[in-house]
């Protein structure tokens, strides 16, 4: 609709430059250009960095015609905008009535969304006197999250809000948090979550998280990576939410020797944060409120509104719990 607006001559329908048409255009340029900073700007309900390019439509390259049928979901969505494509083509609708709607709805979403947000925060740490989560009932609450439905960058969050509720006792901070779908290659970091002393910037801990089981390939490019970067890393975790063999446990101890001292270690996700609450056992309630702050300013395409309205939830049912 945008590039409609600004170009009357384009065909909606033909936001592919491959489709070689006078009427075409490029999509990715209205969205790298213009979308991407609007969407971030008003804090919209969007995914910033793809908006209009999302899987469905990324690969296409032909006229999206009512004729085309997309995968994607849910499928009716994505026939209603192909009728809507159709009908600003025709002139059965205005494009800046289109426009002006989408731009409407997304504003009463986006403040809809941060009402529920502001009704679930209302209801946590109601009673300041009330006792703090034992260290037990916040594993617990953390491991209902886990279970939650795209919860992949959950533990990234997990170990850097441990380290910010303990930095001034361990004399370590965590360095700015990439992006979530960020390859570690793009953004030159050492793994997802990179640890520097208080006063510098050398990375010397690095956190790698896994959804799956390690294998002895990840350690190799772990390894890679510290060698390619020239970091001073002395400790290179994975935290896994699948079980450890023995074999790849062996592996990553035997390249202590070979690397002159970089250790290699695999921790299961729950039991690492188990350990830290039970270690800094009076800082249990600075690291639940930090992990809820870094979920809530995460990105809603990294932590969906599902999962931050779950944690506030699951927040409010633990400490109103008799």
């Given at each position: 609709m945008l590039a409609k607006s600004h170009l009357p001559e384009v065909d909606p329908r033909k936001p592919y430059t491959k489709i070689g048409s006078k009427d075409c255009f490029s999509g990715r340029t209205y969205d790298e250009q213009f979308i991407g900073d609007f969407i971030t700007k008003h804090n919209l309900p969007c995914n910033s960095?793809?908006?209009?390019?999302?899987?469905?439509?990324?690969?296409?390259?032909?006229?999206?015609?009512?004729?085309?049928?997309?995968?994607?979901?849910?499928?009716?969505m994505y026939q209603d905008a192909l009728r809507v494509l159709d009908d600003v083509h025709k002139g059965t609708v205005s494009v800046q009535d289109v426009l002006d709607e989408a731009i409407r709805l997304?504003?009463?979403?986006?403040?809809?969304?941060?009402?529920r947000l502001k009704t679930l925060l209302s209801g946590v740490g109601r009673v300041a006197t009330a006792l703090p989560l034992s260290s037990e009932d916040t594993v617990n609450l953390i491991e209902?999250?886990?279970?939650?439905?795209?919860?992949?960058?959950?533990?990234?969050l997990i170990v850097a809000a441990a380290y910010e509720a303990a930095k001034a006792k361990l004399g370590e901070r965590v360095l700015n948090?990439?992006?979530?779908?960020?390859?570690?290659?793009?953004?030159?970091?050492?793994?997802?979550?990179?640890?520097?002393?208080?006063?510098?910037?050398?990375?010397?801990?690095?956190?790698?998280?896994?959804?799956?089981?390690?294998?002895?390939?990840?350690?190799d490019r772990a390894l890679q990576k510290i060698a390619a970067q020239g970091q001073h890393v002395q400790n290179y975790i994975f935290i896994t939410t699948e079980a450890v063999t023995d074999e790849v446990r062996e592996y990553a101890r035997s390249k202590y020797d070979e690397t002159g001292?970089?250790?290699?270690?695999?921790l299961d996700c729950v039991e690492f944060i188990r350990h830290f609450l039970h270690l800094f056992h009076r800082l249990r309630k600075d690291f639940l409120d930090q992990y809820q702050a870094l979920v809530l300013l995460e990105s809603d395409s990294a932590v969906s509104q599902a999962l931050k309205e779950a944690l506030l939830a699951l927040r409010q049912a633990a400490e109103s719990a008799d």
């Open positions: 960095t793809t908006a209009f390019l999302t899987p469905t439509l990324r690969n296409m390259d032909q006229t999206l015609t009512t004729k085309v049928v997309l995968v994607g979901r849910p499928a009716a997304l504003l009463l979403d986006r403040d809809a969304r941060k009402a209902q999250h886990l279970r939650c439905k795209g919860s992949s960058r959950l533990p990234v948090l990439t992006a979530h779908n960020a390859a570690d290659e793009q953004t030159g970091a050492v793994g997802d979550v990179q640890i520097t002393l208080q006063d510098e910037d050398k990375v010397v801990t690095s956190y790698e998280m896994k959804n799956k089981a390690v294998l002895q390939g990840d350690i001292g970089v250790e290699i270690a695999i």
